[in-house]
């Protein structure tokens, strides 16, 4: 008699243990899908609000700059954060191509945020890269396109 | 009742709990991911409606070849109120810096505030940055709106 009720009482604990460890393991994948969905919908929501144009002169693609002691006209793209939320202002998290073509990090001379500290909503970043017009070439049609993590635009000009 | 019936009640009271947890988890993610989405799509429409709202026309460009300052008027033609921090200036392709900018007027008036009104002039006087004469003048507005002129007029 006393053995029948410890092995219902065992069975008993077993069941809620078994509910127990049921119960926790859905528990974290809820928690972990729900933080999933929390954190795509911030990244969606950043990736609207992030908005950026290139308002270069389309004319005058070049400045007169001094980079490793070589004087000469370099691409100068000069980007304006035109979202409503501050992007991030850093080299390797910004890509430019030239033509379709992807520039290589080393080819970005300098990406500073002009008048302010960050890339705040109308701020300007001026983006350096070593490239002169005679590498881009003259008397022809190019394309230049900033991408960043949320956002890209693109302009034409002619040399 | 004995302890098995017990147990299936409790483990399913218990289940039943977790079931409850796990979707107020859910309703509470997927809400605020929407309400999140929803603000940045508002935002985004107002941008967008602002900025098609948006026009500007440089209407003179002057050179002072003597002060070595460009001095530039420009008329808000849209219907958007405009934000006069936000205005940018480009010189032959050069971006000038604010701290370039010595003043600015807004329908004759120094600009005390920021707004600049739809029909209102907006005149800059801003340092030739480039110590040469000024032929192409861009200014942009805060939504990217932008307009040109190569008539400077040097005096």
């Not at chain 1, 974290?28 to 954190?39: A, D, E, F, L, W």
């Not at chain 2, 033609?77 to 480009?90: P, Q």
């Not at chain 2, 209102?120 to 709106?145: M, S």
Request: proline share 1%; aromatic share 6%.
């Amino acid at each position: 008699m006393a053995s029948d009720s410890l092995s219902r009482m065992v069975l008993l604990i077993a069941s809620l243990l078994i509910a127990a460890v049921l119960g926790g393991v859905v528990l974290q994948y809820s928690q972990r899908v729900s933080n999933s969905i929390k954190g795509r919908g911030h990244d969606l929501s950043e990736q609207i609000m992030s908005d950026i144009t290139i308002v270069s002169d389309p004319q005058n693609m070049f400045e007169n700059e001094n980079i490793n002691g070589l004087v000469e006209n370099y691409l100068v793209i000069y980007v304006k954060n035109t979202g409503s939320t501050t992007l991030d202002n850093e080299k390797r998290l910004v890509n430019v191509f030239l033509d379709g073509e992807m520039l290589r990090f080393d080819n970005l001379e300098s990406m500073e945020v002009i008048d302010y500290t960050y890339w705040r909503p109308a701020a300007v970043v001026r983006i350096l890269t070593d490239y002169t017009d005679n590498v881009v070439g003259e008397n022809r049609d190019h394309s230049v396109k900033v991408v960043t993590l949320k956002s890209e635009d693109k302009l034409k000009f002619r040399v | 009742m004995d302890e098995n019936g017990l147990g299936a009640l409790v483990g399913m009271g218990v289940l039943i709990l977790v079931s409850l947890i796990s979707a107020s988890l859910f309703i509470y993610a997927i809400g605020r991911t929407n309400n999140q989405l929803t603000t940045a799509r508002d935002g985004k429409a107002d941008r967008i409606s602002e900025r098609i709202q948006t026009d500007i026309i440089i209407e003179n460009a002057v050179w002072d070849s003597a002060t070595k300052n460009l001095i530039l008027t420009v008329k808000n033609t849209g219907s958007t109120v405009l934000s006069i921090s936000k205005v940018d200036l480009l010189e032959n392709g050069v971006l000038v810096s604010r701290e370039n900018i010595n003043d600015i007027y807004v329908e004759g008036v120094a600009a005390i505030t920021d707004v600049w009104l739809p029909e209102e002039e907006l005149v800059i006087r801003a340092d030739n940055i480039l110590l040469f004469p000024i032929e192409r003048v861009k200014a942009v507005t805060q939504y990217g709106v932008s307009d040109y002129t190569e008539n400077v007029v040097a005096v």
